[in-house]
């Protein structure tokens, strides 16, 4: 467990049918169908479909817009559109962002701060699949749509499932529905919080042996190359090696099951896997509204290796534009479409490689590291013989005390705080340091940057003493892939779509946030959430 993680746990801190597989090469779905209207807006939906893209940024919708041709073509042209969405908390990652989806609140009030505080655990393994941790959301705080669902339908059906088991998780909240994600091992699997055994279903489609398959083959150009503006020569990209298309898949099987997760294809098996449970499950055949989470994990990894200004990362929205299309082609066969909405957000943005760039105006942007100042800390402390690691911890961008050891070792908080904040303002591509019990005192309306971080840590609450925040399109020093993470709106924005008869069909210039989503479709649904939500419904989306 990472050192910031035992001083923040103080104990002062309080699926697919009969169908195929969406096939790379199938030609794109057809644009032209908006969403339905008609009486079916007064009839009970009976299928909530809730999309999360991973790393899909806001900025994406017009850089991409006019080349699309698929599902999202055709949310884009039948739903209600905010591409002024937010991510409205400060560390902008997968597990904070996936757990304000449905949940309708900030990290503060879910209990996902950071990626390193999500669902990982062995105390409950996984059902099959040894690479890798078990999973559960034992620190998720509070209620989902889920919850409130089933609080007015005991009998609603719910699947989850992602390539990432944060991703198909903390959507849900703690509600023990089923909860698929994918394994190193080239099949999807679940833990023990959720289940005994695997359904027959989801044994039937690991079988198939999809991933193992695509051992040699090549992801290639979707479009021939002169239809991509971005270069295929930057060896930023990919950490130096691979960077220029084609991309080869291992030629050993286990290999390639390893690392199919990084090749466009495995948004494909997610959304064939979704298809096989909810033909299984039976999922919106009945008087009552099931929910199927989908999460789209391969934009993040392609955005993470490549960065968001690559050609890669462009074709990678055209593939998912199809998938996304062969996807809504079959679901309108098995379901009737009238009876069904649908919902895309991003769980975070992404930040593009210092000093590279094509489309964002980051000159200046640095690589910044406060390792030197966190090494100056630990040797003042120690030479007073006193361990830091129980004092205090550093991890980029959250400075936390521990404070009964500080005062059992006589040291004073706010010194040792101001100390290190007066030494991180030093260095290059810092843009403040601010103590969080402070931020509360601004004007949090026009001070996005404080806001977002008290959607983060209640000063009344957490160990945390300061937060770092760098210059827009500046990083911390992790490794060498393009990140995201900050408060900045390059990492926070992402869109917020709506799609079925309740919904209006339009672009929206309104600034919304992601925890408005569920508060809106629980309005739609006629359900009441279980506790006091951050988010509000957003009336401008429904007819």
């Not at 939906?45 to 991409?64: E, H, K, N, S």
């Not at 055994?197 to 150009?221: D, S, T």
């Amino acid at each position: 467990m990472p050192r910031v993680l035992r001083l923040l746990l103080a104990p002062t801190l309080v699926a697919a049918c009969a169908l195929t597989r969406p096939r790379d090469d199938a030609p794109a779905t057809p644009s032209s169908v908006a969403a339905p209207r008609s009486t079916a807006a007064a009839v009970a939906p009976a299928l909530v479909v809730f999309i999360t893209v991973d790393q899909f940024r806001g900025a994406y919708l017009a850089r991409y817009g006019s080349v699309l041709t698929g599902g999202l073509k055709r949310l884009l042209d039948g739903g209600a559109v905010f591409a002024n969405g937010f991510q409205d908390h400060g560390i902008t990652e997968t597990a904070p962002g996936h757990a304000s989806t449905m949940s309708g609140r900030f990290p503060v009030h879910t209990g996902i701060i950071m990626n390193s505080q999500g669902v990982n655990t062995r105390e409950y393994p996984l059902l099959l699949g040894s690479q890798g941790p078990g999973a559960a959301p034992f620190r998720f705080q509070g209620t989902t749509l889920t919850d409130w669902m089933v609080a007015v339908d005991k009998r609603t059906k719910v699947l989850s499932v992602s390539r990432k088991d944060r991703g198909a998780i903390l959507p849900i909240g703690k509600s023990k529905q089923q909860v698929f994600w994918y394994t190193p091992e080239g099949e999807f699997s679940t833990s023990t919080w959720y289940m005994d055994a695997l359904p027959e279903w989801v044994n039937q489609f690991n079988m198939e042996g999809g991933p193992r398959k695509f051992a040699g083959r090549r992801w290639e150009l979707l479009r021939p190359a002169n239809e991509y503006p971005e270069p295929d020569s930057v060896p930023t990209e990919g950490r130096g090696t691979d960077f220029v298309f084609p991309h080869v898949a291992p030629k050993d099987s286990d290999a390639a099951a390893a690392t199919f997760p990084n090749y466009p294809m495995m948004d494909s098996l997610t959304l064939a896997f979704a298809l096989r449970g909810l033909n299984a499950m039976q999922l919106g055949t009945e008087a009552r509204t099931d929910l199927l989470a989908i999460s789209l994990s391969t934009l993040d990894a392609v955005g993470h290796r490549y960065g968001p200004d690559s050609r890669e990362v462009r074709d990678q929205m055209l593939r998912l534009d199809r998938y996304l299309g062969q996807f809504l082609d079959s679901l309108f066969k098995l379901r009737d479409s009238t009876r069904i909405i649908i919902t895309v957000t991003g769980d975070h943005g992404i930040t593009p490689f210092p000093g590279v760039t094509r489309y964002d105006p980051n000159a200046g942007a640095r690589v910044v590291s406060l390792d030197l100042v966190e090494q100056e800390m630990a040797a003042r402390v120690k030479a007073r013989n006193i361990e830091p690691a129980k004092l205090f911890s550093w991890e980029d961008g959250v400075f936390v005390v521990n404070p009964a050891f500080a005062r059992s070792a006589r040291i004073d908080v706010d010194s040792l705080s101001d100390a290190f904040a007066s030494e991180a303002r030093k260095v290059p591509g810092v843009l403040r340091v601010d103590r969080i019990r402070d931020l509360a005192k601004v004007d949090t309306v026009k001070d996005a940057i404080a806001r977002r971080w008290l959607h983060m840590f209640d000063p009344e609450r957490t160990n945390v003493q300061l937060v770092v925040t760098l210059q827009q399109w500046s990083v911390w020093s992790l490794a060498n892939i393009a990140m995201h993470g900050s408060p900045h709106d390059n990492d926070a924005n992402v869109p917020v779509m709506f799609w079925g008869a309740p919904f209006q069909i339009g672009a929206f210039a309104d600034t919304v946030r992601v925890v408005d989503m569920a508060p809106t479709l629980a309005k739609v649904l006629g359900v009441t959430p279980l506790e006091k939500l951050d988010g509000r419904p957003l009336l401008r989306a429904l007819r």
